[in-house]
């Protein structure tokens, strides 16, 4: 499970939509979150090639957003979720 941390025009601009179906189709569970400082945090986990994929996802985002960067760590010790949430 990897958390990643999203800045840039990120926020109202579907970029968790974007992210969920992208999660939806590779079979990755997790979450998308936007935090309060405009950025978005996503939770991955899933098979290692499913996750790689979404997270390229995410790196690209939709034609409307513009990734400026994103910081990848591990998620540590918490439950597996289950489906994948936008929040």
Known sequence: MIVGHVRGKVQGVWFRRHVADAAL???VSG???NLPDGSVE???AGAEGAVARVRA???EGPPR???VSVT???AGEMPAPQGFEVL
């Open 31 to 33: 979450h998308a979150r």
């Open 42 to 44: 996503v939770l991955l």
């Open 72 to 74: 990848w760590r591990p």
């Open 57 to 59: 996802t995410v790196e």
């Open 65 to 67: 957003s513009r990734v």
């Open 25 to 27: 189709r590779e079979g």
